[in-house]
């Protein structure tokens, strides 16, 4: 799904080292969901799409956004419905550091993926009470508010549930990074957010125990100020859906920025989804200069979870002595473009 602006070129670099890594042997389906498609037929994700995206193995995916259509119709309506409604609960965000990186880290941001602040449960309350509904594949819930004021106002409700955390921080721990010996950090805004944060700690307690493992709790702003300042003692971050967005982001700045950034999104099921972490960036959309290296380290691992571990290893080798031979694109200050830095990846694959 290679979706909006340079997706539509990084996508294309990403498969285009795939397919010399694997020989050709992954089988690729297109899915036109975009905000082209949206603009010329009112169309998000059918749900046929929907029903075809639940078997796959894997989805690679671009970005999403265009300034023509409303900033939310397409993120809601694409990429949040995808981890919503294929159970994704959990993304995790490698930030590596790179030859030119001014930062030495190797940290992995485990964020849950579908719950808390981002489910769209919230809005204007008129004069006279609101309601509100919420439905997923998770849970269903309507809040009635009222009240009176001389003042407009507005509300986002964040949303918490046992059983998904559970899930989140078990999947979470099966990950390397949390074996790694620097221990685990989990984060949160406990000493403001009492009442949502009460059950994050809770049981992020219960299931790192089970586990054997400590838990460092940290609020989200302490962690922001510690990795600026030593990244090196983190290994595995557990955030909530928002602290995760946020951090994820700082951590892509400290290794070179988004362009270098790959996620992947996992649940219970065979089909995970994987993108880089940058936008659509219509600025540059169509010029052969977008950043391919997030979207082509997103395809590592992809192939680690398709059970292709050593060729994801060495499609991730390739990128770094890319970057070691000195290809620079434009939003490091390069010359490179998307082609002359998929030859140099390409060069030094198997």
Not at 308 to 327: C, F, H
Request: charge should be negative; charged fraction near 25%; proline fraction near 3%.
């Amino acid at each position: 799904m290679e979706g909006d602006g340079i997706g539509r070129e990084v996508i294309p670099a990403a498969t285009e080292c795939i397919d010399h890594i694997t020989g050709g042997s992954i089988e690729y389906v297109k899915y036109g969901a975009s905000s082209e498609r949206y603009i010329r037929e009112s169309t998000l994700i059918t749900e046929n799409e929907m029903e075809e995206l639940r078997k796959m193995d894997a989805i690679l995916f671009g970005a999403i956004g265009d300034p023509r259509v409303k900033p939310g119709i397409m993120e809601r309506g694409v990429i949040l419905r995808l981890r919503r409604e294929l159970g994704l609960f959990l993304n995790l965000r490698p930030a590596r550091s790179l030859p030119f990186s001014k930062f030495d880290m190797n940290i992995a941001i485990a964020r849950e993926n579908t719950e808390e602040f981002y489910m769209g449960f919230g809005g204007k309350i008129d004069e006279g009470g609101s309601k509100f509904l919420h439905r997923s594949n998770a849970w269903s819930g309507e809040l009635e508010v009222s009240g009176s004021s001389d003042d407009d106002l507005y509300f986002n409700l964040g949303v918490m549930s046992r059983k998904n955390l559970e899930r989140f921080f078990r999947k979470a721990l099966s990950f390397k990074q949390a074996n790694e010996g620097k221990g685990v950090t989990v984060v949160d805004k406990a000493n403001a957010v009492t009442g949502l944060y009460e059950i994050w700690r809770e049981v992020a307690g219960e299931e790192l125990a089970k586990a054997g493992i400590k838990p460092h709790f940290m609020y989200g702003d302490a962690v922001a100020y510690d990795l600026v300042m030593d990244p090196s003692k983190f290994g595995l971050i557990m955030a909530s859906n928002l602290y995760g967005d946020i951090l994820s982001d700082l951590c892509a700045g400290m290794i070179g920025g988004l362009g270098f950034a790959p996620s992947g999104s996992y649940g219970l099921g065979k089909v995970a989804l994987f993108e880089p972490v940058h936008g659509s960036a219509p600025d540059i959309a169509g010029r052969g200069i977008a950043n391919p290296i997030g979207a082509i380290l997103s395809g590592a691992m992809m192939l680690d979870h398709l059970g292709m571990k050593e060729k994801g290893q060495a499609l991730e080798e390739a990128v770094g002595l890319a970057v070691q031979d000195g290809v620079m694109t434009h939003d490091i200050g390069g010359s490179d473009g998307t082609k002359r830095v998929v030859a140099s990846v390409v060069k030094h694959l198997p």
